[in-house]
């Protein structure tokens, strides 16, 4: 059967399954084309990955994971529980066969041809939260400054060299070099340990529990529909268009978007979706420091974002591809906390509180899904690794268009869900 680029007649209504940040940003700009929109969510909204991560609203960085420093660092020591990137040991043949494709994407080349695909949604992503922020009172914050510290300038080099390839990809980034010391004079926070940083300039950073609830909120002051805890069980094609099978009963719709996160093949596997989905669990915890720093903090060499939100720090890191709903390892907070604690002065590690496991949806290729499937009433918006939160609207807004008008979106081609 041949993929379905469009819809053959506008959509009067359409579920979204999934009420992360990027289900609720489609359904928010279908509702802006006058499209009656219905969002089932198996939890409660953001209840995923959209809930504890750092917040970064970051195009800088937003490239593919699949390349070769990733697949260094992750065959030093992937099956340690201390190490940035985690895979239990087990019998798991499908995450062997999802291992193998990243490890074949992991070259210099294949990473320029995904950096090309992601530029579109990098040039757009910002413009996509600001229409929310204008219709709707979303609010990003500035991240200034927004520190990239390190221990030793090779690895600051490491950074400037992705940044380069980035730029070199057509989508600009601007950045300073800092010494150590002027590093800890902009952030006191930092310790001697740093010793060199960049400070990244026009990227945003959000609190994103609060910002995905303000998403919701106006969503349903748009017209939008949101009901929780209804875990959706399977999505058929009807005439016309699909149902949706729930524990509460059926619906019908015109179309469905699937926007499941890391659970996103076991619905859209039926409509041609073979490019596998893996849960990449991320961590977190918060902490009050003596003194909150001035704005956003990543440490590269050791994968660990710490992101300052109201009276609290939010530190986050870590890989760890294992199944979305197994429980939380507490060895990779305590590696999040080792990884951390040489380069911040004034934390007590001990008091943590919101320590929290998420699954990140993760391809093997370092692209989303995003697109029509072989059934021209399913749709999927999946897939996006760590760049939910900086690509959700932007995503949202793609598909919507495309559902809208029946036309494909060019932004698209390279993210189609049939690749």
């Known amino acids: 059967m041949a993929a379905v680029t469009h819809t053959q ?163 600009p980034v601007e950045f300073d070099l800092l010494s150590g010391p002027r590093a800890r004079e902009l952030e006191p926070m930092l310790s001697g340990e740093v010793g060199c940083a960049l400070r990244l300039h026009g990227q945003r950073y959000i609190d994103p529990g609060g910002y995905v609830e303000a998403v919701a909120a106006a969503l349903r002051a748009k017209g939008g529909r949101i009901e929780e805890g209804v875990p959706v069980t399977g999505v058929r094609e009807q005439a016309g268009g699909a149902e949706v099978r729930t524990g509460r009963g059926r619906t019908r719709a015109d179309a469905v978007v699937l926007a499941t996160g890391a659970l996103l093949n076991r619905l859209a596997r039926p409509f041609g979706v073979r490019r596998r989905v893996q849960a990449g669990r991320g961590y977190s915890f918060s902490v009050v420091p003596e003194r909150m720093p001035a704005g956003p903090v990543y440490f590269p060499s050791r994968k660990v974002v710490c992101t300052p939100l109201g009276g609290r720090l939010r530190v986050a890191g870590m890989m760890e591809f294992r199944h979305a709903d197994a429980p939380p390892d507490p060895r990779r907070i305590a590696s999040v906390v080792a990884a951390a604690r040489p380069f911040l002065r ?74």
């Open 346 to 419: 004034g934390v007590d590690w001990d008091s943590r509180t919101d320590e929290w496991v998420g699954a990140r949806p993760v391809t093997s290729d370092g692209l989303p899904l995003v697109g029509p499937t072989l059934s021209p009433h399913v749709f999927v918006a999946g897939g996006h690794g760590m760049w939910g939160i900086t690509h959700g609207p932007v995503t949202g807004s793609l598909l919507a268009d495309t559902i809208a008008t029946g036309a494909p979106q060019a932004e698209l081609a390279a993210l189609h869900p049939l690749r």
């Open 9 to 171: 007649h506008r959509p009067e209504h359409v579920v979204v399954v999934g009420a992360g940040l990027v289900g609720l940003s489609t359904a928010w700009f279908l509702r802006e084309h006058g499209i009656d929109v219905t969002v089932l969510e198996r939890g409660h909204v953001g209840a995923g990955a959209s809930w504890g991560n750092a917040g970064w609203l970051s195009p800088a960085f937003a490239v593919p994971l699949p390349e070769p420093a990733a697949l260094r660092a992750g065959l030093s020591g992937f099956m340690s529980p201390s190490a940035p990137l985690y895979v239990p040991a087990g019998p798991d043949t499908a995450l062997a066969r999802f291992l193998l494709s990243f490890a074949r994407n992991s070259t210099q080349r294949r990473w320029r041809a995904a950096m090309a695909a992601l530029v579109p949604l990098n040039l757009r992503a910002l413009e996509a939260h600001d229409t929310l922020a204008s219709a709707g009172g979303v609010v990003s914050r500035p991240m200034e400054p927004c520190l990239v510290a390190a221990h030793t300038e090779a690895q600051c080099r490491a950074v400037v060299t992705e940044l380069e390839h980035v730029r070199a990809a057509g989508q």
